[in-house]
Structures are given as structure tokens and as C-alpha cells.
């Protein structure tokens, strides 16, 4: 197996070519936060939509929901939140700096090797106030995971869609956690994006469907192209277990820092729904036709953030390889054309007229189709072809001076380099069938 990439080397990358930009930069930055550019917003967005496609559009069992980041602070009280969502906290007494308990190895500190306090529980949960004044009445909590609105929404989607069991409901959103230690870029930050599936069962049958949802994660990211070999599925610990779980496995990866979750899919069984229901006095319990009998259902929930899943396709997707014609070093991002920012580029030969009146009506039309890049900034082909290796663009689409004569345009693939010609009139079609959609 390859050693990983360096992760500096992706930072600098997704800097220099408009990915992920540090925030409030112009000001020093702020820790852990980030702002993502042109081509990191194109390339978010289709991450989430390949997840939304996987496990809503192509599924009959599962339906969509997009809650509220606030919510009564009785929510977090009957989930557990406020008692137990927290991390074991240590202090430095010499450097003031603060650790995580559990990742520190011994009672000095890591950084100057002063003396550590003891640990003591930290909650996670961002804290303000709703309204006019700041008091206690008018306390609410920026959620931390976007799960608890599909269940305090549970009888309301189950009602108005008429399903019956099993079935899912999906969410993806902004969720906040105000952790100890962030850090490495964006694999862990206090302002994150979540895709969460709540898959709600008979109790019984969840022994049954956790497997196949842990399974099915897990092809979610080889299908798009993730090295199975830097992938690994690892069962928890019964010590290890979340105070709602009965099983957790974690679908992990092999970063820069060394194997770590990249998504978790757990057994929650009826846990939160009964929560809600002791705690709300509502009653949540599904009606069973066929055993004519109420019953509490069981969850599987695969749960994985966008902000880390984008970390490891770009991660896996960097490659640098020597050009046997030329000898000289190109990077490439081999991002499956499902998750590619720009899906085609335009590129003309020359910025002179005619050449370009006709590239720029090319783009015209298959922007139409495809999130396209046109570039005219003239010199060497070869270093435009180049730029798009590096944003991962699948295809490029040069029109040459030929082009005027025999209405044709050559298509140079990212991966083998090859190139075809191809008539204008079949361009479309043509690039439709590299693309595969």
C-alpha cells in the first residue's frame, strides 16, 4: 500500500485552486473554521447529492427531511445531550493549553510538558439564548447532530407519507460541536455538515438490516472510487458503546494521520423515541396492522459528515505521475465524474476570432448538461490540460483551428490522456457516455 498523501500537501492544494480557503483569513483566521471556494462548493454539493441519490432518490424505503438547527431545549434534555454528550477535559497548569483526556499519554502535557489537571467532563454543546434576554428562560442549544429532528419528527413523517416498516428517513444539514481539540483541516471542526439516516425497523429485524446498511455504506464509497485498501470496517468495543447503542461499527479510513472514522452506523434500538415519548407524554408508537399491536420501532442509523467524506475523496483521489513523453511531474485529482467540480472544460486554441465565437457557442451548449469550465487565457495546451488534471475534470474539449474546417473537436481524457476527435453534432452524446451520466 501507498503512504498516504501528506495532508499539507492537500491543504495547499485546495488553497492555490479555490477548494477550501481558511476563514476570516484577513484577520489571522479563526480556529477550525472554514470557507469553502468555487470549486469546493461544486465539489460539497456533489458529494451530498451522490449520498442523497444512493439513499433516497434510488430507494423505495426512504423519504427526506430537513429540520430546524434549533429546537426546544427539552429535545437535548430527553436525548441525553445535556448529561452525557460530553469529552473528559484536561488543562496544563504551566501552558494553559487544553486537551482531550483520552488523547493524551500521560499526566504531562504534550506541548511543554507541564503538569496536567485532573479530567473532568466538558459538554460539547453550543449554548445561546433565543429573544431579547439573555436568562435561562431563554436558553437554546445550536444541535449537534441533525438526528433528533427526524425523531421528533417521526409520527409526522410516517403519517403524512403512509409508510409502513421498514422505513427511512434521511437529513442532511449544519450541526456544531464545541470539540476540545479540532483540528486537521476539516477532517474535525466546531461547524460541520452532517448526512444522517434514520432507518426505522420492527424490533427484531435489527440484527438483520444493521449488517446490510454497514455494508451498503461501506460499497457507497468504492462505487466512487475510494481504494478499498484504505478502507476498513471496525466493530466497537462493548466499552466502547454510546449510552443509546446496542452495536456501532465504524467505516474507517487510512488518513495522513492514521486510521480513523470516517462514518459510523449504529444500532440506536428504540432508545430516543422512547426518550421522547417518557419526556414529551406524546404517544410515538407505531401501529402494526398486521400484528394489530402498537409497538416502538428499533433504529439503524448510518451517520457520516460531508466535510470528512470530502476530505478522504480528495485525499484519495491525489496522485502525482510522471509523463513518459515528456518526463516532467503532473498532479491529477482522480475524482470519480460523479464528485468532479467541473465536469468539462472548453478550451480554445487561440483567443482570436473566429476560433473563439465557436468554443464559446460549444460551452453554450454543454454547459447546458454539465457543470462546464471555459478557459481562453491562451498559452501552451498543455498547461491548460494540466490545471484541469488538477481540479479533477474528467474531460477536456479543445477546438482548434481544424475545427473551423471540419467541425470537429477533440476530447482529451484526464486519466489516460488519450484523445478522439469527434464531430460537434456528436458531442453531447459523446461525452454523456464518458461521463456515464
Known amino acids: 500500500m501507498e503512504n498516504p498523501v501528506p495532508l499539507e500537501t492537500i491543504v495547499s492544494l485546495a488553497k492555490r485552486r479555490g477548494f477550501v480557503f481558511q476563514s476570516s483569513e484577513i484577520y489571522g483566521g479563526f480556529s477550525s473554521t472554514w470557507d469553502y471556494g468555487p470549486l469546493g462548493v461544486e465539489l460539497k454539493r456533489n458529494v451530498k447529492s451522490a449520498w442523497w441519490r444512493a439513499n433516497v432518490q434510488e430507494r423505495d424505503d426512504v ?16 436525548s441525553g445531550h445535556l448529561t452525557n454528550f460530553t469529552d473528559p477535559l484536561v488543562d496544563c497548569k504551566q501552558c494553559k493549553m487544553r486537551f482531550r483526556a483520552d488523547q493524551v499519554d500521560g ?28 436568562d435561562e428562560a431563554a436558553v437554546a442549544y445550536l444541535r449537534p447532530e441533525t438526528a433528533q429532528g427526524i425523531f421528533v419528527n417521526f409520527l409526522n413523517v410516517q403519517g ?11 437529513q442532511q444539514g ?10 486537521n483541516f476539516i477532517f474535525r471542526t466546531r461547524e460541520f455538515e452532517q448526512m444522517e439516516l434514520e432507518y426505522f425497523v420492527k424490533p427484531g429485524e435489527d440484527d438483520v438490516w444493521f449488517p446490510r446498511w454497514r455494508q451498503a455504506r461501506f460499497d457507497w464509497y468504492t462505487r466512487l472510487g475510494v481504494r478499498s485498501d484504505r478502507l476498513r470496517l471496525r466493530d466497537h468495543e462493548p466499552s466502547e458503546l454510546a449510552h443509546y447503542a446496542k452495536a456501532t461499527s465504524d467505516i474507517e479510513y487510512l488518513f495522513p494521520m492514521g486510521w480513523s472514522e470516517l462514518e459510523g452506523i449504529a444500532n ?40 470528512r467524506a470530502t476530505l478522504v475523496f480528495l485525499l484519495d483521489a491525489y496522485d502525482e505521475e510522471v509523463v513518459a513523453a515528456t518526463g516532467d511531474t503532473r498532479v491529477v485529482l482522480r475524482l470519480h465524474p460523479e464528485l468532479a467540480p467541473v465536469k468539462v472544460a472548453i478550451l480554445p486554441l487561440s483567443k482570436k476570432e473566429p476560433l473563439t465565437q465557436l468554443a464559446q457557442a460549444i460551452h453554450a451548449t454543454v454547459r447546458k448538461h454539465w457543470m462546464t469550465q471555459y478557459d481562453q487565457t491562451g498559452g501552451a495546451i498543455g498547461k491548460r490540460y494540466r490545471r484541469q488534471d488538477e481540479i479533477g475534470t474528467p474531460l477536456c474539449v479543445t477546438v482548434d483551428f481544424a475545427s473551423l474546417d471540419d467541425h470537429a473537436v477533440t476530447i482529451r481524457e484526464r486519466d489516460s490522456m488519450a484523445q478522439i476527435r469527434v464531430p460537434i453534432a456528436d458531442l453531447v452524446p459523446v461525452l454523456r457516455e464518458k461521463l456515464g451520466f
Open 63 to 78: 423519504v427526506g427531511l430537513d429540520s430546524a438547527i434549533l429546537m426546544a431545549p427539552q429535545v437535548w434534555q430527553a
Open 107 to 134: 499526566p504531562r502535557c504534550p506541548n511543554c510538558g507541564g503538569e496536567l489537571t485532573e479530567a473532568r467532563n466538558f459538554n460539547l454543546m453550543f449554548k445561546t439564548f433565543v429573544g431579547p434576554v439573555a
Open 160 to 170: 403524512a407519507m403512509r409508510r409502513k416498516l421498514p422505513f427511512g428517513i434521511a
Open 174 to 183: 449544519k450541526s456544531f460541536r464545541n470539540e476540545i481539540t479540532p483540528g
Open 268 to 307: 440506536r434500538t428504540d432508545f430516543d423515541l422512547r426518550r421522547h415519548m417518557e419526556a414529551s407524554g406524546k404517544d410515538l408508537r407505531y401501529f402494526d396492522e398486521e400484528a394489530n399491536t402498537h409497538l416502538l420501532p428499533y433504529v439503524i442509523e448510518p451517520a457520516a459528515g460531508v466535510d
